[in-house]
C-alpha cells in the first residue's frame, strides 16, 4: 500500500520514522511526507531517504484544475473550512479566502492524483492548517483509508481510529460480557487514573489545563519570547524575529488590555444554587479542535444552548461556566469568537444561569443532573462520576456508559426524557468501558500540549513506534 503522513516532525515525532522504515520492510511505501505547517513552509528533513518533500506548491502541475465536482465533493464541509481559513488570515475578506480555499483544494486535488495514496496517516485528528482537514475530507469522499491518532486523557494513552465521526468502534458496549471488570483487572496507569478521578482529587485535572494557563500569563509570554529569540539567534534569522515578536507582543496587549468580556460575564452571573435541578454547561475554549472540527454544525455554543432549553424539562436549569482559559488565551477583548453581547444572549432565557468561572467544575457536576457539551472533558469526568451527558460532538470517549450523541432535535428530546426520568451510570459499565479503552489503547503521546509534558509522556519512542505500527495494520 502506498502511504501519505501528515502533521509529522521528524525532530518532535522521531518514533514515525521508524514506523515508516517498518512499513517499508513489509512491502508498503511511503509516497509522500506533509509537514506540521502549511506546504510553503516545510523545514524538516529525513536525510536521503526522500521520503520528505519541500516543494509542495511548487511541484503542482499546470495541467491540474478544479471543476465544480471537486468542489461539490467537499461542500458540506465548507463551513468549518472558512472557519479555519479566517484563523489564519482574520483580516482577508471571504473572496479571498475563497481563493485560498481552491489553491490548498488544488493541492490535495495533486497530491491524490499525483501520488495516488492508499493509506493517509494524520498525527491527531486534522484542524490546523487548513490544508490537513481539507486533504483529510477529500480523501474520505473519495474512499481513500484515513488513519487518525486521538490521545486520550488517561495519562500516556493513545486511541486509533479511521474516521473521527465514528470514534474507536472496539469501544462501543459489547453485548453478554464474560464477566464483571473489577478494577484489579485494569493495567496499572488506569487504576491509578479511575482512582484519582472518581475522587474529585486535584490530579483529575485536564493535563493541558496549567500547562496553558502558565504559558499564556505575562511570565509565560516572555519565557516564549526569549525563547525565539535565542532560536533566532542561533540561525541567524534574529531582525525577522524581533519585527514577529514585537507584532505578537502588540497584538497579546491590545486583545488583553481590555477588560470587556470578564466585565459583561460578571455582572450577568450568579453563585450556582445547587438545591435547583440543572444542567452544567461549561463553555469550550474557541478556537480549538474540539469545537471544529469535533463539534461538528454544532461549533456554534449558543445553537447547542438553544437546542438544550427547548428540551429543558420544567422547573429545570442550565448553569453555564465560561472555559476559564478564554480570556487568557483568546484576550479579554470582545472578537470573533466571543462577540458584544455573547454572554447576554445566553443568558437571555429565564431559565439559564451564568455561575462564576472560578466555581468548582467537579462540585457542578456531583450536583447536576447531567453535563451537557460539545466535546468536552466535562462529559468524560461526569461518566467517571455515575452522571449522564449530552454530547454534541464528536470526542474519542462518544462510546463512553451514560453518553448521549445529540445529533438533532429528537435525539435531544429523548436523551432529556430519560435524564428526568433519573438516568444515571453503572460503574460497572464504566470498568468495563475502560478495560476496553484499555486494551484499545496504546502508550504514547502525540498531541504538543500533552508532549511537553513531563507527566504525560512517560513512554519510550520505540514503545509508541511499536504501538502506532500495529494500530495502523490493523486499521488498514
Sequence with gaps: MRFIFVSFSQSVFPEI??????????????????????????????????????????????????????????????????????????????????????????????????KKPDVIVFRIVPNMPPLHFILYSLARAKGIKTVIFSDTWV???????????????????LKNEDREIEVSDLSEDFQEYYNFQTKDLKRGVPVYM??????????????????????????????????????????????????????????????????????????????????????????DQILVLELLVTHLPKNWFIYIKEHPTQWPVGGTRRGSYRPKDYYRKMARFPNVRLVPVD?????????????????????WESTMRGKPSLVFGYPWFMHAPGIFVISNSSSCKDAMKKIEMGEKVDAKQVLSYLKRLDDNSFKGCLDLSYRNNPEHFTTTFEVQAEGMLKNILRLI
Design 359 to 379: 466555581t468548582d467544575s467537579f462540585k457542578l457536576i456531583r450536583n447536576s443532573k447531567a453535563v451537557a457539551t460539545v466535546s468536552g472533558t466535562a462529559a
Design 155 to 173: 495519562k500516556g494513552r493513545v486511541l486509533a481510529m479511521n474516521d473521527f465521526t465514528q470514534g474507536t468502534p472496539e469501544l462501543k458496549e
Design 210 to 299: 496549567p500547562s496553558i494557563l502558565n504559558s499564556y500569563n505575562l511570565g509565560g509570554r516572555a519565557k516564549a519570547g526569549f525563547r525565539a529569540l535565542k532560536k533566532a539567534w542561533e540561525i541567524k534569522i534574529l531582525g525577522k524575529m524581533w519585527k514577529t515578536l514585537l507584532s505578537h507582543t502588540y497584538k497579546w496587549i491590545q486583545t488583553h488590555s481590555s477588560r470587556e468580556l470578564p466585565r459583561a460575564y460578571k455582572k450577568l452571573s450568579k453563585v450556582a444554587d445547587f438545591e435547583k435541578p440543572f444542567i452544567y454547561f461549561p463553555l469550550h475554549l474557541q478556537p480549538e479542535f474540539s469545537t471544529n472540527p469535533l463539534g461538528g454544525y454544532f461549533r
Design 17 to 114: 520514522v521508524t514506523v515508516a522504515d517498518k512499513l517499508q520492510s513489509l512491502g508498503h511505501e511511503t509516497v509522500y511526507w506533509i509537514g506540521s505547517s502549511e506546504p510553503t513552509s516545510f523545514i524538516d528533513e529525513k536525510g536521503d531517504s526522500g521520503l520528505m518533500d519541500n516543494n509542495f506548491l511548487l511541484s503542482l502541475s499546470n495541467q491540474v484544475s478544479l471543476d465544480a465536482e471537486d468542489v461539490r465533493m467537499i461542500a458540506d464541509k465548507e463551513p468549518h473550512i472558512f472557519d479555519f481559513l479566517q484563523r489564519t488570515h482574520p483580516k482577508k475578506a471571504f473572496p479571498e479566502l475563497e481563493r485560498i480555499y481552491h489553491t490548498l483544494l488544488l493541492c490535495s486535488k495533486w497530491l491524490i492524483l499525483e
